[in-house]
């Protein structure tokens, strides 16, 4: 399809709706929490974030608190998901709409400090 058709999304734009899809779902439940996260996409993670537990999915990065300095304002964490490992990990659109959904729900647990199924009560069911 020409890129002057408004159906065209490459295949970052793609990703990134699937990513949008995820954070999405959790809204109903955790609006207030989710309002101070942020959601960013990658292509790769960093050569020195790959560790010995292979290529990560996603990384947070915490936020910086109110120092009163306007130069350096207060920012909240930001969840950020890589493409191309998560692709990779993914036979088609839907393993990889539920993969990307859990990487947010794992992240996302993580920075409220509880469990993914405190987050999602279906975390980790099949299908």
Request: aromatic letters at 6%; charged letters at 30%; a negative charge.
């Amino acid at each position: 399809m020409p890129p002057s058709v408004p159906l065209y999304r490459s295949r970052a734009e793609q990703f990134d709706d699937i990513v949008l899809e995820a954070v999405a779902r959790l809204e109903p439940r955790w609006e207030s929490e989710l309002s101070d996260v942020e959601f960013a996409v990658q292509e790769v993670p960093d050569a020195d974030s790959i560790g010995e537990e292979g290529v990560p999915l996603a990384r947070i990065v915490r936020g910086s608190p109110d120092t009163g300095d306007p130069s350096h304002p207060a920012t909240g964490p930001r969840i950020v998901l890589f493409r191309r490992p998560l692709l990779a990990r993914a036979d088609d659109e839907e393993e990889l709409s539920e993969l990307v959904f859990d990487v947010v729900v794992e992240e996302f647990a993580e920075i409220l400090g509880v469990d993914p199924e405190t987050v999602d009560p279906g975390y980790g069911d099949s299908g």
